[in-house]
């Protein structure tokens, strides 16, 4: 069968150190049209990416010097990482647990054994969907501020080529999802969006994920706004049905960015 091919051969970077798995991974994705690259050990895998950041990253958890989660914490210290969607391999539900409840923000995860077709459209459609996210977030967003305050800048400034977000002028550090999630709710103050809405918007694939998944991202996205304007309550949550951005957030004029 012919799979249709990627615009470019997007580098894919696989930690993993099981070559059986890895023989079948760099198979499939070289046949569908992706320039595979093995490492063997996280250390490896710290290398390449420093070298050139790939596509994507896909990292096993249980790997032989350091586990998938330091690794994918490691590479979160380089340059260029937070542009990189990674997918964890995980072999044990523990494993799972930890991938879901996300204190990481890893943008999926495949649990062993996986039909290596399947996790090849998995990156395909993560790929996809990243390349669309970047081409079409919407440009500054912003929460209305009060008539009194005609001048002040807005609270929320997304930028949607960099995938950033600033909030009260001070750029926030935010995960792939924590972004899209943040990105939406910003475009309408006071929108209700159910989790499934959420997961249904926000995520590539939202029959593998669970309603905690979005609570789990809400709940670290709500940190890093507090860590900036810690008497602020920008997200509501309502008790039973879902999240909405805050309507009336206080105007950035009334907070000097520190
Ligand atoms: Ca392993």
Not at 232 to 258: C, F, K, M, N, Q
Request: hydrophobic share 45%; charged share 25%; with cysteine.
């Amino acid at each position: 069968m012919s799979a249709p091919a990627p615009v470019a051969r997007a580098r894919i970077l696989i930690a993993e150190d099981e070559s059986g798995i890895a023989d079948t991974l760099c198979y499939v994705l070289r046949a569908d049209g992706y320039e595979p690259v093995w490492c063997a050990t996280a250390g490896e895998a710290l290398a390449q990416f420093g070298a050139r950041p790939p596509a994507l990253a896909i990292l096993d958890v249980g790997l032989p010097d350091m586990n998938g989660f330091e690794l994918f914490r490691r590479l979160h210290e380089l340059p260029g990482a937070e542009a990189v969607p990674m997918l964890f391999l995980t072999a044990r539900s523990d494993e799972i647990d930890r991938v879901v409840g996300l204190e990481l923000g890893a943008d999926d995860y495949v649990a062993k054994p996986f039909s290596p077709r399947e996790l090849v459209a998995r990156v395909r459609t993560i790929l996809r969907r990243s390349a669309r996210a970047d081409a079409a977030v919407p440009v500054p967003a912003s929460a209305p501020a009060p008539a009194s305050a005609p001048a002040a800048p807005p609270v929320f400034q997304v930028d949607g080529e960099r995938r950033r977000i600033r909030y009260y002028g001070r750029a926030l550090e935010l995960s792939r999802y924590e972004y899209r999630l943040l990105a939406l709710l910003v475009q309408r103050p006071g929108r209700v969006y159910t989790r499934e809405e959420l997961l249904d918007m926000v995520w590539d694939d939202h029959a593998q994920s669970l309603d905690r998944t979005v609570d789990a991202h809400v709940k670290t996205l709500r940190a890093k706004l507090k860590a900036v304007a810690p008497g602020v309550e920008a997200i509501r949550t309502l008790r039973g049905v879902g999240y909405a951005l805050h309507e009336d957030l206080p105007p950035a004029s009334a907070r000097a960015p520190s």
